[in-house]
């Protein structure tokens, strides 16, 4: 196998990379029983297959449905959100339609509200939205006044050109909670909180002389959750299966790499394209594991860090921070204040979710999900769960239409990539910070490995001390102290050397992202029937899965739909 990859052309990795939409006629030999098996398990991610999803929302129905986002909604909103919330909005109407009324439709993981406006303002629905990341609360309450104060200039002209009277702004309250989806939840007390929202909007809707013959008195609940990231799209699942009064559920999921799928507590820092040097779980890659110790994430190269350098300093600014995000019990020197997350214990900081106490992480169930498929995984060894959850990321349609000298340029930028995320592990981790480089402008992808660290390093790299990611991004200058000697003297000449060391393995990088791509649909599929065999377990329920966005637009298109009955 590992030959037949490395043998490939440029061309032929592009083709590997979106199989099964693309003609692979030609390919080595010991790549072809690959080839069928993918295309004979991998789940449609275009439309509907009758013989493989049943249950389906009438497709037809949907397209016939689909609604246009006028400019109040769509302003700040890229053109990748606008599709997704047309198409999920235009979904959630169709299977919420078979019920007469849903007095409340609870989007959890809802962002900055982008659906849940929608819904609102748009097509009339009541939405409570729960985020756990309060900067996103705070964002979602804001943009509700200004879409009602577009849609209401718009009303006004059309008002004013009819010769009517102009009517004042009246603002609806908008439900934008601060809350955190757990796998303990006490489903009653979730019960109880959602009840009185929808009793607040009653109330104001009485208040505005807008009653209706909806009875107040009925309590069914939908809930949608777009993009749930990790492990909060399967404890929705679960939510979803022990609350009774919800009828109509759409999840759908996304970074799955970020499942908790062991004991061992995940670092929350990994945020890489891909680990270049940890893949275990793909077939013949037992040359690049090599790199890896079994016990540590650092390559057993000996990167030679100055002597000199041993821990980051905090600024000012950083401790402010730091004392911000961790306990103020736990005492921390403005100089150098360098407790490591995991030692963290800081529950008073933390969102209240309703949970029963009933946590553990052998309890989630986040993979597998199923009855069926804890049986299947307990008698095939499926290997590395962690690696096999990261190819379930793989984007295959970043593939369509790339010429070969882009293909190229994008190995080498995710190989240069893998090598700074091994270093920032190596140096960060200490300061138990989070860490992300922004994207790049597309001329500066192309550059040499000089270009590309410089401006990962100068220009692109933010950090953030909140112990789950949802802080204050800042510069690296800004949060420590001798960020500039630290970054000049010892990460650009460790890179150097990393780039020398591991510079024959380059060309393993192209093949890999070729093949992990070619496996996401397998793995994604797996997911998604592990969660659909879940949910048709409870014996409650009519469930199926529909490929809800275009596969281009939207990489992770594939949706959980269930009706109670």
Known sequence: MKEALLSLTTEQSRLLA??????????PPALTDFLDAIKKI????????DDVIAGTPDQEKIKERLITLEGAFTQGMKEKKQHEVAQLATLIETVNSDFEHIPAVVDVGAGKGWVGQVLTYKMGMDVINLEGNPCHNDEANDRCIEVQKRLHAQTQRRERHAGNPVQEFVSKPAFNAHFFLDFGIDVNLFESEIASAVDKIALWKEQQAQNTSQPRKESTRSMICLHGCGDLSASVLHTFSRWDNCVTLVNVGCCYHKLSISALKKQKNDRSFVNLFNLASLPSSQTTNS??????????????????YSVAKLTPRGSELFAKYYSSEKSHDAESATQPRAEVDDKSSQPSCGCSGNSDIHERKVFPMSNLFQSLLAKY???NLDGLLQLATKCAFGFSGITDAG?????????????????LEKYLSPLGVTWYVRRMKSQNKGKDFETYIKNALDSNLRLDLHPEGMGDACKPEEIISDWFDLRDNVLKPALREMYSQFSEYQKFVTPFMAIECALSRIVESLLNMDRYMFLKEQGNCDVAIVPVFDKEASPRNLAIIAKKK
């Not at 979106?18 to 390919?27: A, E, H, L």
């Open 18 to 27: 979106i199989y099964p939409d693309s003609d692979c006629t030609g390919f």
């Open 381 to 383: 060894d499926l290997g």
């Open 42 to 49: 991998a789940m449609p991610c275009r439309g509907p297959r």
């Open 407 to 423: 293909l190229t340029i994008k190995g080498d930028f995710l190989y240069y990539r893998g090598l700074l995320q091994l270093l």
């Open 291 to 308: 790199l890896y110790s079994h016990s540590s994430s650092t390559p057993q190269a000996t990167l030679s860090p100055s002597p000199s």
